[in-house]
């Protein structure tokens, strides 16, 4: 729940000064906890006391902070003067951005739904509320499943399976486009749990998932809250991040954090945060992989440019610094090879690959029967490849593979091939990104 609560912090400053910058200062003086953070700490309390009237801890914690960062909306700080509250019918986001501890507490998933639907309804018993806030349990929920039920496992799938039943089973849609929902303040849970839902399915890290919450320029505050629960349930939260929150928190509020740690699992939370870092360093791994590899000047993809060179002439042998590919069958590979390369692309690739500055790490020529690539830097023949017409398209039917490859990040023959694979394609314009993808997997076995 410490990721609600972290979501409330950083999107605080901006809940009537909407920002539209992804950059902005995650934590400053400006900034501190509001309405949301108090709420989420009294459902903890009351869990903690085992106590269902959670109405009475809402009761009690917004009482002891009357005139939190932002204050109380108008409903909500009627029913916090009241002596005798009473819900009010509501169906505001309220209900969504408090619940994450229900999540986290040792219950069933169906005692799940019904201790969501209890802490929800001492104010917001609008059945829209209720369904808000147990979506956001469900969601939660599922993705600590997902962490619990497989070792090793990718954002994709936690979307795909972790978050499936929390969109499909209440109704909801994150087919959603930035213009539709950017800038725009909506407090309804209908209005903000797709969203935050949506943000969470575009996401790559805790970060990255707060930051696009509170940019967003809407309700900053409580969606970043609502953001925040579901994204720590997948990628865990950066020491640093926690440690920053914590400052903002009086002591009774950590004390409660404290509490409620000691009775949850929050040793998954260590096991997700593993998993963020483990999955960080593959994914630095495969950048570094991608730039010694990939094909073309990166660097122009940045301003939006095609990687490739302008190929204003047929490259030949004597275009480049070579050595050829080495005769001893002990340094080579030679592959039987079964690939189709369409006409239209071979008019491609019989152009050539000459590179235009350093950071392009590859030089190809093409003639009557061979492809082939060298290392720009070192001009170490890579690969070779055999074709001959079949029909209009044209059949590389042998590969060879120069074993000093290995060097360069292919360290056996399936992973050369389907390096092989993903330069032709991305030399003649097809989707790279899926045969750099192949070449990855290629490379774990």
């Not at 903890?44 to 006391?49: K, N, Q, R, T």
């Not at 979307?159 to 849609?173: E, P, Q, V």
């Not at 495969?286 to 993809?301: E, Q, R, S, V």
């Amino acid at each position: 729940m410490l990721g609600a609560i972290i979501g409330d912090i950083v999107g605080s400053r901006w809940e009537f000064n909407p920002t539209n910058d992804y950059h902005f200062e995650l934590f400053s003086d400006k900034n501190g906890f509001t309405d949301d953070t108090i709420c989420t700490i009294a459902v903890a309390d009351a869990l903690l006391h085992h106590d269902s009237d959670f109405g009475k801890y809402i009761h009690r914690w917004c009482r002891k902070y009357p005139h939190p960062k932002g204050g109380y909306g108008g409903r909500f700080a009627q029913w916090v003067m009241s002596d005798n509250p009473k819900p009010y019918g509501s169906f505001g986001n309220g209900a969504a951005m408090r619940i994450s501890p229900v999540a986290w507490f040792s219950l069933s998933a169906t005692g799940k739904m019904e201790t969501a639907e209890k802490a929800t309804a001492c104010t917001h018993n609008h059945p829209e509320g209720i369904k808000g806030a147990q979506a956001v349990v469900t969601a939660i929920h599922d993705c600590l499943e997902m962490h619990h039920l497989y070792e090793h496992i990718g954002r994709d799938e936690i979307m795909n399976h972790g978050l499936k039943r929390a969109i499909n089973h209440f109704g909801y849609s994150i087919d959603i486009k930035l213009e539709d929902v950017q800038n725009r303040f909506d407090e309804t849970c209908q209005g903000t749990v797709p969203v935050a839902f949506w943000i969470i399915s575009q996401s790559v890290s805790f970060e990255d998932a707060i930051r696009k919450a509170v940019s967003l320029g809407a309700d900053a505050d409580t969606l970043g809250a609502i953001v925040g629960s579901i994204a720590e349930a997948i990628w865990g939260i950066p020491e640093w991040m926690k440690k920053k929150a914590l400052s903002y928190l009086p002591k009774d509020m950590r004390d409660v954090l404290a509490a409620f740690r000691q009775i949850c699992p929050w040793k998954l939370t260590a096991k997700i945060a593993k998993k963020q870092a483990e999955t960080e360093q593959k994914q630095h791994l495969a950048d570094i992989m991608k730039w010694k590899l990939g094909l073309g000047n990166l660097n122009k993809t940045l301003n939006g440019e095609s990687p490739l060179p302008e190929k204003v002439k047929i490259a030949t042998a004597k275009d480049w610094k070579t050595t050829p590919m080495p005769d001893d069958p002990n340094e080579v590979s030679e592959l039987p090879f079964d690939f189709v390369i369409p006409a239209e692309a071979m008019d491609i690739i019989r152009k050539g690959h000459i590179p235009e500055a350093m950071e392009d790490h590859w030089f190809m020529y093409c003639d009557d029967e061979y492809i082939r690539y060298f290392r720009s830097w070192s001009g170490i023949c890579a690969f070779e490849a055999h074709y001959t017409k079949k029909g209009d398209d044209y059949q590389v039917d042998k590969l060879r593979i120069n074993h000093a490859q290995a060097k360069f990040g292919t360290n056996a023959d399936e992973a050369g091939a389907a390096l092989f694979r993903h330069l032709i394609i991305a030399e003649s314009g097809g989707n790279s990104e899926a045969s750099w993808q192949n070449y990855l997997q290629a490379l774990d076995k």
